[in-house]
């Protein structure tokens, strides 16, 4: 199994960036997908989480309404649009993928990307 992301980078406060995970060797829609986050020295921050379907979404209450997450079962997929980004969401941002469900928490899923980095400059 493999979640290989992508698309971060450096931006200036203010603007966006689209993060994707494309997940290979796993039936994809049997899964909860979702986006954590982790800053050196501290632990991994839940994100965002879409269920199988795409039907549901959750949201961390600091990105709530900025972010937006999304899924292509066709493609095996999972986006992160993130807008009106601060400094604060500079972070290595890692998806996750959770046969039963998955949580806020980062101990319910069983594959990791390897994360990619997005730095948000003042």
């Known amino acids: 199994v493999q979640l290989q992301a992508s698309g971060g980078g450096l931006v200036q406060a203010g603007g966006s960036l689209r993060l994707s995970c494309t997940a290979s060797?796993?039936?994809?829609?049997?899964?909860?997908m979702a986006w954590f986050r982790q800053t050196p020295g501290k632990e991994r921050e839940f994100v965002a989480r879409i269920t199988r379907s795409g039907n549901t979404t959750y949201y961390a209450d600091s990105v709530k309404g900025r972010f937006t997450i999304s899924r292509d079962n066709a493609e095996n997929t999972v986006y992160l649009q993130m807008n009106s980004l601060k400094p604060e969401d500079t972070a290595a941002y890692y998806c996750?993928?959770?046969?039963?469900?998955?949580?806020?928490?980062?101990?319910?899923?069983?594959?990791w990307g390897q994360g990619t980095l997005v730095t948000v400059s003042s």
């Open positions: 060797g796993l039936t994809f829609s049997r899964y909860t």
């Open positions: 996750a993928a959770s046969f039963y469900g998955g949580s806020w928490s980062s101990q319910g899923y069983n594959y």
